[in-house]
């Protein structure tokens, strides 16, 4: 079992981290406010794009609509690599946010195909990528264990700005469009209905329109079986 990285002394620190927490950052003390990120629900990709869409990164979330990022390979190109690799894998389709927290960690987290906190992609472990990009409102950030090299397939994303976690995670990009939708995450730790990516595209593949999950039938009563007439 993985564990997460002590960003601080545990007795400087808001909230515990456990002995056997999650992978993913832990709370440091309370920063500034930040204005958000504006968006426009009915952008498009190609608007929202601009003249890199290899590095848009585009994630369909069951939260209503579609969040745009901007990657950064100027500044953490390995692992954009790895993200945009298991995009194109649809490693990422499916995959809940595990990890949703308000306050002191302020973000969304997810990529973990377990839905735990602790699995990860079949891909090699990614290297530190510290850079100068900070934790502000709409930042990607790689989540990672106590071994700074250990990046792989989860990522979170900030809800608001948190400076101490800076040059301790790798951000690698930021939403441009769609922080409404990350807004509406579900919360927990983890959730108890979660948030999912239905589908995760790079912007370059030419992705199609955003379409909503399908919405499950409601189950039947007990003993009851469902009957079809004639047409």
């Known amino acids: 079992m993985r564990f997460v ?9 808001l909230i515990a981290v456990p002995a056997a927490a999650q992978k993913g950052p832990a709370a440091k003390p309370e920063v500034e406010t930040f204005k958000g990120v504006a968006a426009d629900p009915k952008a498009s990709v190609a608007t929202a794009v601009g003249a890199d869409p290899e590095n848009t990164w585009v994630l369909d979330l069951s939260t209503g609509g579609r969040v745009m990022i901007r990657l950064r390979p100027d500044v953490a190109p390995k692992m954009v690599t790895q993200v945009k690799t298991l995009t ?11 990890r949703v927290i308000d306050g002191p960690e302020n973000m969304a987290q997810g990529g973990d195909p377990t839905g735990t906190g602790t699995g990860e992609s079949d891909l090699p472990d990614v290297p530190a990528e510290f850079n ?10 790689a989540a990672r264990t106590q071994d ?20 301790d995670y790798t951000v690698f990009g930021r939403v441009v469009e ?40 409601p189950a039947l009563p007990e003993g009851e079986t469902k009957v079809t007439l004639p047409q």
């Open 148 to 167: 700074v090299n250990s990046a792989n397939s989860q990522f979170f994303i900030m809800f608001g700005p948190r400076l101490g976690f800076d040059h």
């Open 5 to 13: 990285a002590a960003l601080a002394a545990a007795a400087a620190m």
């Open 132 to 141: 100068n990009l900070p934790h502000v409102r709409g930042a990607v950030s």
């Open 88 to 98: 194109r894998r649809k490693f990422y389709d499916g995959i809940i946010f595990h």
């Open 178 to 217: 769609g922080m409404q939708w990350v807004d509406k995450i579900e919360r927990g730790e983890p959730p108890a209905n979660p948030t999912r990516i239905l589908h995760a595209y790079i912007a370059a593949d030419n992705p199609p329109p955003y379409q909503a999950a399908p919405v499950a039938a």
